[in-house]
Nanobody, 114 residues
Framework: QVQLVESGGGLVQTGGSLRLSCAASGTAFRFNAMGWYRQAPGKQRELVARIISGGPINYADSVKGRFTISRDNAKNTVYLQMNSLKPEDTAVYYC????????WGQGTQVTVSS
């Protein structure tokens, strides 16, 4: 059974940085895509960044130039380096992986104080 376990969320001041990690287990196959989504209170879940195997890296316009996604295929892990954080980045961040179906992590809270 595929499991995604996120870590690295927390509370940070405006302008600070956090690094999220998501480790996948339960499969020997490489995911077609891995990425991060977020959901703020009262809002829909939205794509933050995604890496497609052999394909492009996509970022939400709101995070371009501040966030960097990376992937370690040997460890089946995806990372999100978040710099210059803003209060509007406050949300629950979810790891996503796609292999025939979508898999989701449990979410990690990121709170940016002003």
């Amino acid at each position: 059974q595929v499991q995604l376990v996120e870590s690295g969320g927390g509370l940070v001041q405006t302008g600070g940085s956090l690094r999220l990690s998501c480790a996948a287990s339960g499969t020997a196959f490489r995911f077609n895509a891995m990425g991060w989504y977020r959901q703020a209170p009262g809002k829909q879940r939205e794509l933050v960044a995604r890496i497609i195997s052999g394909g492009p890296i996509n970022y939400a316009d709101s995070v371009k130039g501040r966030f960097t996604i990376s992937r370690d295929n040997a460890k089946n892990t995806v990372y999100l380096q978040m710099n210059s954080l803003k209060p509007e980045d406050t949300a629950v961040y979810y790891c996503n992986a796609f292999l025939f179906v979508d898999y989701w992590g449990q979410g990690t809270q990121v709170t940016v104080s002003s």
